[in-house]
T-cell receptor
Framework: GAGVSQSPRYKVAKRGQDVALRCDPI?????LFWYQQALGQGPEFLTY????????KSGLPSDRFFAERPEGSVSTLKIQRTQQEDSAVYLC???????????????FGPGTRLTVL | DQQVKQNSPSLSVQEGRISILNCDYT??????FLWYKKYPAEGPTFLIS?????DKNEDGRFTVFLNKSAKHLSLHIVPSQPGDSAVYFC????????????FGGGTRLMVKP
């Protein structure tokens, strides 16, 4: 079956430009996560959705970052007025159930590599 | 302040020998620990996990050990194979954190034929 897909795979943006990164989770998965992975580091949590509800956005680094999942499936991470420090791989993951039901395995997409010049 | 640390950025092992990857954590609320494997240009894939009520979990060539008092876990791969060459991430989760994962910085394992 299809796994988690992300698009675009690579994005080059000029500083100050807005970008939108898309995540298609595994069909039927309730939970969706966004992580940011800087070069040479592990992924860091950004935000979490349960269906269309954004239950945790504590990891978003600034108000330039915004995520949505309006119909509880596809999610978009938007970064406004990109800065060089935003350069990273943005990973999306989905899991079958919501929180509180024991830990579900998170299935990761291949990521979008964002380079801000 | 890193809550999950992998102090060895890289490890080189001969094929057939044991690989031991280590991970330390500081947050006593963590109650579930996972290892993920990552190949270049791919997302991390789940390898093995362990609940805090256990001290060992085994799956084929992979065994994870948890020492709660030391806040330390390790992944053993026996025997190591060249296809195991990848970056390995340790991750932890707390029951009250909505399944959010906190990752270590990763260890690059190279298994030489």
């Amino acid at each position: 079956g299809a796994g988690v897909s992300q698009s675009p795979r690579y994005k080059v943006a000029k500083r100050g430009q807005d970008v939108a990164l898309r995540c298609d989770p595994i069909s039927g998965h309730v939970s969706l996560f966004w992580y940011q992975q800087a070069l040479g580091q592990g992924p860091e949590f950004l935000t979490y959705f349960q269906n269309e509800a954004q239950l945790d956005k504590s990891g978003l680094p600034s108000d330039r970052f915004f995520a949505e999942r309006p119909e509880g499936s596809v999610s978009t991470l938007k970064i406004q007025r990109t800065q060089q420090e935003d350069s990273a791989v943005y990973l999306c993951a989905s899991s079958p159930n919501g929180g509180g039901q024991g830990l579900d395995e998170q299935f990761f997409g291949p990521g979008t590599r964002l380079t801000v010049l | 302040d890193q809550q999950v640390k992998q102090n060895s950025p890289s490890l080189s092992v001969q094929e057939g020998r044991i690989s031991i990857l280590n991970c330390d954590y500081t947050n006593s609320m963590f109650d579930y620990f996972l290892w993920y494997k990552k190949y270049p240009a791919e997302g991390p894939t789940f390898l093995i996990s362990i609940s805090s009520i256990k001290d060992k979990n085994e799956d084929g060539r992979f065994t994870v050990f948890l020492n709660k008092s030391a806040k330390h876990l390790s992944l053993h791969i026996v025997p190591s194979q060249p296809g195991d060459s990848a970056v390995y991430f340790c991750a932890a989760s707390a029951w009250n954190a909505g399944n959010m994962l906190t990752f270590g910085g990763g260890t690059r394992l190279m298994v030489k034929p």
